[in-house]
């Protein structure tokens, strides 16, 4: 039998002066119809979710999450997935790329557990691959990553090393291409449809724009684990400014960047290439406190988490609260800031077909938010998987 839900009496995000009321039919999981009545609906069986002149948002895909609600994906435990899941669902993202290291000496089995979760449904957002910081990064722009977690081409099975763990679920991997042997990773990866990020590595603006040139197709979190630009050591920021086709990972959370430098970013790459992300850890969706990372205590408080002694350690703010900072730093519009973390991301992974939009044939992944822009309900694949 056809499982039929509708959301009625709502406003898409596109509509900005909520011009139009919708109702969303969704069967079995995709969106069926968009229109103003209900004569798709075929009883009254159908689950009525009444919106009550409520914003209804695409569910948010985050590219670049650790962890969330106490939880990582290095935890290497089914019980941990499923709490990033539920905590990410609470917050509105509806699919990510969980993000992680490798660890060889483990036999990288927490990516053999995370592949285990690829695309599965666990009423909450889906992990929809994984996404690879290392291991084939420079040392010297290691940032916050375990220095165990890098090494080189050729080591402990190389890439296929890798992919025997991950499997079909590695979507990404951050890679630095100064590097000697990653010419032939980056070629590797994109010949199997994986995309190879810049980032965590030390290359100049030439060495920048030969990475683009070997395969490069994306940059992880912009400005952060590369070299900075001066007037005359321009490193690889303006290379990456001068690339009209490559999507850019943001930071907005004012921690990791200055809001000033979001806008900068912004006026330079224009919004089609903007990727908001949260680079998020354990610490989202927890209340502000003390807790315990990686054997270290740190401080959450205002969306940050850092060290007793300062360091930044990670975001614990929400993607779609660095979607509403973005929409602060950049003056722009609540739809394009709510693009930056939908079909942006979903343009990048090739999935803009399903998800990050509100169309028919769409998976109805879909968030309704209240006035203040907190979330009222989250939906994946047609079922409500959060409700305030």
Known sequence: ????????????????????????????????????????????????????????????????????????????????????????????????????????????????????????????????????????????????????GIYEAGMHGGLEGILDAAGDSLKMMTIAPELEGNEKIIKDLREKNIIAAFAHSDADYEQTKLGFKMGINHVTHLYNAMRTMTHREPGPIPAIFEEENIPVQIISDGHHINGAMVNLAYRNIGIDRCICITDGMHGIGLPEGKYLYNGREYISKDGAAKYLDGTLIGSTMSLLNIALKFMQFTNCSFEDAINSVTINPAKLLGLDDKKGNIKTGADADLVILNEDYTVDKTIVHGEVVYSK
């Open 1 to 148: 039998m056809v499982q039929q839900t509708v959301i009625k009496n709502c406003y898409l995000y596109s509509d900005s002066k909520k011009q139009k009321l919708s109702n969303i039919l969704i069967e079995d999981g995709i969106i069926k119809s968009i229109d103003s009545t209900n004569e798709n609906i075929n009883d009254d069986r159908a689950v009525q979710i009444d919106a009550e002149n409520k914003v209804v948002i695409p569910g948010l895909i985050d590219v670049h999450i650790q962890g969330a609600g106490g939880a990582d994906i290095l935890d290497n435990g089914e019980e941990a997935l499923i709490t990033i899941s539920k905590t990410l669902a609470e917050t509105g993202t509806t699919s990510y790329l969980g993000t992680t290291v490798v660890k060889p000496e483990e036999d990288n089995r927490h990516l053999r557990l995370a592949e285990s979760y690829f695309n599965k449904k666990v009423m909450g957002a889906e992990l929809i691959g994984i996404h690879l910081e290392g291991p084939f990064i420079n040392p010297i722009k290691k940032g916050g990553l375990n220095p165990a």
